[in-house]
């Protein structure tokens, strides 16, 4: 009889530990992902801003498992799974040779999770995640043209609208995606320009569902709780406030960047956000 076949799904973080702690056990492992790659997700963001290219943040997947003979890495995409006959459906990836089933005796599913846009879906097109390295190639080139497209436009206001970034979310990557937008504009580019000063590019950094503004407390738990229109990011955290952590409002408070909380349940406050006009609470300098 066969050595037992364990089968996992997906190269990430909980499908590599995973695979790494059977390498040395009696199994035969097969490790199934539609990459090539293992990539560090918590640093897209540097690639998304420009601050690491994208080999120093993905590692392949058959060079971290060369030595251990039991594990099989798969390059193919997950189509299904039939549980009654303890296979995997297989689908090619660029057109890579791969055989339709895949039988198991273990499975192991890892395949990560995706976006969640909140009950806004239609800003999916506008609005590319940093959750893959495809996406946060793309949201790097929008980044960087926004950038060009200002340098070549003779009209001010226009540059302007180039030059106006807004980042929904601010948990620490929304934070950290924030800052280093801002270091780019404020260091990486200086100089690189004529007729723009990236140091003018303007960083916005909001979010926030269920809640609009900052609270002296919870506002479905206290009623009476006195929302602010502005505080200094010591005051938010001297208060303990609990709209964004701590660690979040530290992180903007270092980069000098000011957050406007707003809530996201109504249509075309964001637009209005940008515009100027003044919604919500600002935690600021
Ligand atoms: C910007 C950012 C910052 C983060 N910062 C932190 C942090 O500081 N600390 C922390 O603990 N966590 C952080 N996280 C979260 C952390 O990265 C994730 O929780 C973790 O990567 C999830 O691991 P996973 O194995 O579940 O999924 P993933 O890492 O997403 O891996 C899933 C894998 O499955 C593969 N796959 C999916 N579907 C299929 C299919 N049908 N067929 C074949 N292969 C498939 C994918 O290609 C991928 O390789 C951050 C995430 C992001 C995006």
Redesign the pocket.
């Known amino acids: 009889m066969g050595r037992h076949r364990v089968v996992v799904?997906?190269?990430?973080?909980?499908?590599?530990q995973a695979v790494l702690k059977l390498r040395r056990a009696p199994v035969e492992v097969t490790l199934?992902?539609?990459?090539n790659f293992?990539?560090f997700?918590?640093?897209?963001?540097q690639v998304a801003t420009g601050a690491l290219s994208a080999g120093e943040i993905t590692y392949p997947l058959r060079g971290i498992f060369k030595r251990d003979r039991n594990v099989r890495v798969v390059l193919?995409?997950?189509?299904d799974f039939d549980l009654d006959a303890r296979e995997l459906h297989l689908r090619s990836v660029s057109a890579v040779p791969v055989a339709r089933r895949l039988g198991y005796d273990t499975l192991v599913v890892?395949?990560?999770?995706h976006y969640s846009y909140f009950g806004h879906d239609e800003w999916r097109t506008y609005a590319a995640?940093?959750?893959?390295l495809e996406s946060a190639l793309a949201v790097r080139s929008r980044l960087l043209a926004a950038f060009e497209a200002a340098e070549a436009e003779p009209s001010a206001d226009a540059r302007d609208e180039w030059l106006t970034f807004v980042v929904v979310g601010a948990g620490?990557?929304g934070v950290e995606m924030a800052g280093t937008l801002a270091e780019i504009a404020q260091h990486t580019l200086e100089g690189e320009f004529r007729r723009i000063d990236p140091s003018s590019a303007e960083v916005l950094l909001m979010g926030k569902q269920g809640v609009d503004g900052v609270y002296s407390a919870d506002p479905h738990k206290h009623p009476d709780a006195i929302k602010f229109d502005d505080l200094t990011y010591d005051e938010y955290l001297s208060r303990n406030l609990k709209v964004a952590d701590a660690t979040a409002i530290s992180m903007a408070r270092d980069y000098k960047l000011p957050m406007i909380f707003f809530s996201l349940d109504t249509d075309g406050t964001i637009v209005k956000v940008v515009a100027g006009e003044r919604i919500g609470t600002t935690v600021h300098a």
């Open positions: 799904v997906g190269g990430g973080f909980g499908g590599l199934v992902d539609r990459r293992h990539l997700q918590p640093l897209t963001y193919a995409d997950v189509a890892a395949g990560g999770s995640g940093v959750k893959s620490p990557t």
